[in-house]
């Protein structure tokens, strides 16, 4: 009897946790799974903030895929969700075949769960003079070129270029803006301007976070959004929102408030030694013929979470089933993850009448700011505070797959409420 294959493309929220449920039945030798993904590691998104601002190590951040998936040996051959890494290429869903940059591998059934990259909407000098939040590779790029900043200044005399080399523009006011704001000032200014001394005065660095938006936090109610803009104007930020970025150069940021536009010259320039581009994300495009896309490159899907009969697509990358398309959020994709384990097994067994619909239900959201603070919405529930922040901290800490990993992470957060954050330069 032929064992159906499924393959998983990305080993991110979307496509972890449908292997997770997979593995079971696979470890039954009932199906055969793989699983492709660009990195060897499960990358945990919403903590990158600490790992770019030494929060955190990178190894925080990231559970090993082989350490997820230990393939079982107790039948004599190995069994369970074969884990490949690899970049995948082009997909032939006429052929059934996944080209990778190392081989090619033919499905029976195939589960997209390829995520998203920064979206830089077009704007002028943005990809090339702005740094990006997507990867741990971005993270530790960030942190490098914070301490970079730092070094360079410290040996300049010249107190108007000091100013410029430490101005930080954050450009994005959504969760990931915010958070990586507050970080930044928690290791700007009780981290790193500590470790200067006299070379290097408060007033010579400056944290601008921009949000094109009327408000930060759009998703939060107005009472939550002013407790967040209150919260980081505490901690030195400069934040301007209803502010568009007309275009990005190698030193300067040139910005355009909202009762300007219209006003095609009103534009102003405020310098920026470092930018940090977290304003939005687009889906991965791959080159995969046989599915349709939405105009924002979404791949559609149906309310089965089906781009065809053996097509199943989720996360960032898939419009999501669910009439509009469905938040880029890990909790989405986790939701999602659910219904196409149900929906890829009801298919194999043809049992279609059997197949889920989608439907997003969320739970709410957290965002911290900074040390000992975060805003939420939990059940309905509005929270801030200590309370909140505790509480962003937990919920995270469980969502890791290992006790290794929360072990390891607990260790360093304990550390960190005790010691400054580590400024070991990697890059
Ligand atoms: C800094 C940051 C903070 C965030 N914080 C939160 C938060 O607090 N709460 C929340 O709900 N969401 C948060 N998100 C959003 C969340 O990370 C995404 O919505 C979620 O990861 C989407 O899951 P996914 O499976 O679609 O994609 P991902 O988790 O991004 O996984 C995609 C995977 O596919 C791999 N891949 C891509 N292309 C290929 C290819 N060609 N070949 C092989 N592998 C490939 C990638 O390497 C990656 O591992 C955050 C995102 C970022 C960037």
Known sequence: ???????????????????????????????????????????????????????????????????????????????????????????????????????????????????????????????????????????????????????????????????????????????????????????????????????ILKEDVSITLLASSPDLLSQFHPKLRKTAFNELIKKDINVKIATSVVSVGKDFVEIKSAVAIGLEDHTTKIPSGLTLWVAGVKPSILDIQGVNRHPSGRIIVDSFLRASKNIFVLGDTSTGGDGTPAPMLAQVATQQANIVFQNVMSTIYGNDNKLKIFKYKSKGSLVSIGKWYAVGDVGGVKISGKFAWWMWRTIYLFKFFSWRKRFYILNEWTLGLFYSRDITKIR
Not at 38 to 60: C, D, I, K, M, Q
Not at 112 to 128: I, L
């Open 1 to 199: 009897m032929n064992i159906p294959h499924i393959v998983i493309v990305g080993g991110g929220f979307g496509g972890i946790y449908t292997a997770r449920k997979l593995e079971k039945l696979a470890k039954k030798g009932k199906i055969k799974v793989t699983i492709i993904n660009r990195t060897n590691y499960f990358l945990f998104t919403p903590l990158l903030h600490e790992v770019a601002t030494g929060g955190l190590s990178h190894a925080s951040a990231a559970e090993p895929l082989r350490q997820i998936f230990k393939p079982s040996r107790s039948t004599g051959k190995p069994l369970g969700v074969a884990v490949l890494q690899g970049s995948v290429k082009s997909i032939d869903t006429a052929s059934q075949t996944i080209t990778t940059d190392k081989c090619q591998i033919v499905y029976d059934y195939l589960v997209m769960a390829s995520g998203a990259e920064t979206n830089f909407y077009g704007t002028p000098g943005a990809e090339e003079n702005s740094l990006t939040l997507k990867n741990l590779l971005d993270a530790l790029t960030l942190r490098s070129k914070i301490i970079d900043a730092f070094e360079d200044a410290s040996i300049v005399h010249d107190s108007d270029l000091r100013k410029k080399m430490l101005s930080f523009v954050v450009v994005g006011g959504g969760a990931t803006g915010v958070e990586i704001a507050a970080e930044l000032s928690e290791l700007v200014f009780k981290t790193l301007l500590p470790s200067y001394g006299f070379s």
